[in-house]
């Protein structure tokens, strides 16, 4: 079986769409599990109706820790081998689960399995498709691209709805953790691609809303989310051999370096102002020589 958590605290506005997500993908070895927080709208409601007609949803509606706490709470109820991860405002492509499913019908345990994601904005317009075909350790701290609006885009699965994994994971990495409000997911991938039977494939899965008025939208655009995810790194790193320490700082010379210098090239305009400042001095040393 596989099981579906979705974590949800006030989702009136998506709850409804989410439960029909999977009930469209028409596949009995599903379960799935809305974690609530004790929503104050109309989301308990829109809950118990579907529950009321689909015996495959179950449900518990109680105070949380946030995100990750419910993430868990939800993992434990599940009766499942594999696990997916859907928040209430994301969604799957059609006869996902039923390819998941086919999938780890060979695979070992425990298994990692990812896809690609289809980043979407509050208009129902395609900004990019996150395609994470690098699962090593060091692609995940260092591989990066800049795009032409200037975003730098990460190797990593920026979504869960783009992957799933055999539960029995969480025995040896743990569950997600629940002082981690913000990159809970990437803190778990960081941890899991050490231990799983990590397999990428080159489909469309998943779906992510990236919108005004969700919490990562927020961080991004205010600037914290970088220095969250460096940070975040920054003590991985720590757990890491001497030799792997050493191959991501190379990485992160043959790769990033080179991308940044190419794109500054192209756009000189957008060279922040302290970088062209530390040029200047540079120029003016070497001019007094």
């Known amino acids: 079986m596989i099981s579906i958590i979705t974590p949800v605290y006030n989702g009136e506005k998506f709850i409804e769409f989410c439960l029909q997500v999977v009930i469209k993908q028409n596949f009995s070895e599903v379960e799935h599990i809305i974690v609530d927080g004790g929503s104050t709208d109309k989301t308990i409601d829109v809950i118990k109706h579907y529950a009321n007609q689909y015996s495959h949803i179950r449900w518990i509606s109680e105070k949380d820790q946030g995100q990750s706490d419910a993430m868990n709470k939800g993992i434990s109820l599940a009766q499942g081998a594999i696990i997916g991860i859907l928040n209430v405002d994301d969604f799957y492509e059609p006869n996902v689960i039923r390819r998941i499913w086919e999938l780890f019908q060979t695979l070992p345990e425990p298994s990692l399995i990812v896809g690609n994601c289809n980043i979407w904005d509050h208009r129902d317009r395609l900004i990019q498709v996150n ?159």
């Open 131 to 289: 395609k994470p075909k690098r699962l090593r350790t060091v692609n995940l701290l260092t591989e990066k691209q800049i795009n032409d609006d200037g975003i730098i885009d990460t190797a990593y699965p920026v979504n869960p709805s783009a992957y799933f994994y055999h539960k029995s994971l969480h025995q040896q990495i743990g569950l997600y953790k629940v002082e981690e409000d913000y990159l809970m997911d990437l803190d778990f991938l960081l941890k899991a691609v050490r231990l799983a039977q990590v397999k990428y494939f080159n489909e469309i899965w998943g779906n992510y809303r990236y919108y005004p008025g969700t919490k990562t939208f927020g961080d991004i655009t205010n600037g914290t989310s970088q220095t969250r995810i460096r940070q975040l790194f920054k003590e991985y790193a720590k757990t890491l051999s001497l030799i792997e320490q050493w191959e991501i700082r190379l990485a992160r010379i043959i790769i990033f370096i080179p991308l940044r210098i190419s794109y500054f090239c192209k756009y000189p305009q957008r060279l922040p102002q302290s970088t062209i400042n530390r040029l200047m001095k540079s120029i003016s040393y070497f001019k007094t020589k």
